[in-house]
């Protein structure tokens, strides 16, 4: 697959076209990008797909707290897995907001040579959204490419959405956002050092340095499957304050233990599956009483895993 930070200096001679903000990569997306993929490919086509970083709410201040289910290189990945050719993630600015939607149409079909345009019902591009599906599809006769509006991915009665998503990880629902992801929501990060306090009580854990616009689960336990080097272990994560150790108020951080793992993992990144929320974060009267307490969370997650 083809990465690109910009349009700039992509040159496609024919294409079959997507744009979104592809936050997450969904279940939602998912059936737009098997709809442009095999589409594409059986018209000899690139598969293509826009997105943009930042995301354009936050830029035209509709979203004050940029919280992002993937950074742009994991959205890039994870658009790529499912066999697209070509990503594009252009810098969204005052400038591209700036653009009415001819401008921008004509823009990607100076550099991509669009053929045929999948977007989901409400999609609407360019200056105060006048590039709706009505106006794109104008644009199309004059472009030279068609228009395709896929219908919503529901899950029951809810449309899948990003913002679902994000939702489902602020109440700790870690199995619904899965659902609605198709696999369990990933965080990664550096290995950070700590204050060694899960060493001293014989449980050591991995503190991670998780990038500052990700989304995170509620504070809490988690069962997780942990990712070093390609190979997973079991493992059980804590995001929260510790408050059996911590007096006064400290920032939340996240910490994950893995089953059975005893090597140096300074410096190194984890990934993390979450796969099912174990209990709130609580304080103890005791260390041992923690220390029980985190015992008990060990079984009840190598039963879940």
Not at 64 to 85: H, K, M
Request: with cysteine; aromatic share 8%.
């Amino acid at each position: 697959m083809l990465y690109f930070r910009s349009l700039d200096g992509v040159e496609i001679r024919n294409s079959w076209l997507t744009i979104g903000s592809f936050d997450g990569v969904h279940r939602g997306h998912h059936a737009i990008l098997e709809k442009l993929i095999d589409g594409a490919h059986t018209n000899g086509a690139q598969a293509v797909v826009v997105t943009f970083f930042p995301h354009p709410a936050v830029v035209l201040g509709k979203r004050n707290n940029a919280l992002y289910l993937n950074t742009p290189e994991e959205r890039a990945d994870l658009i790529g897995e499912q066999g697209a050719d070509a990503v594009v993630m252009h810098p969204f600015n005052s400038h591209v907001a700036s653009l009415t939607a001819y401008e921008f149409m004509r823009h990607l079909h100076r550099h991509l040579n669009l053929k045929h345009l999948i977007v989901g019902p409400d999609f609407a591009l360019g200056r105060g959204r006048e590039g709706n599906t009505k106006r794109l599809a104008e644009l199309g006769e004059q472009f030279g490419y068609t228009l395709e509006i896929m219908p919503p991915v529901v899950n029951g009665d809810v449309i899948i959405s990003s913002s679902q998503i994000r939702s489902k990880l602020f109440e700790g629902d870690v199995e619904g956002a899965a659902r609605l992801l198709g696999r369990p929501y990933r965080v990664s990060g550096e290995v950070i050092h700590g204050d060694a306090r899960g060493k001293s009580i014989g449980i050591p854990t991995a503190n991670l340095s998780v990038w500052a616009e990700r989304a995170i689960p509620k504070a809490g336990v988690y069962a997780c499957k942990a990712w070093v080097k390609d190979q997973s272990w079991d493992a059980v994560t804590n995001i929260g304050v510790r408050p059996t150790f911590e007096q006064t108020l400290v920032s939340p951080r996240m910490e994950a233990h893995l089953l059975g793992f005893n090597e140096d993992l300074y410096g190194q990144e984890i990934k993390l599956d979450f796969v099912s929320r174990l209990r709130d974060e609580q304080r103890f009267a005791s260390i041992q009483d923690l220390i029980d307490q985190i015992h008990r969370d060990i079984e009840t997650a190598r039963l879940i895993l």
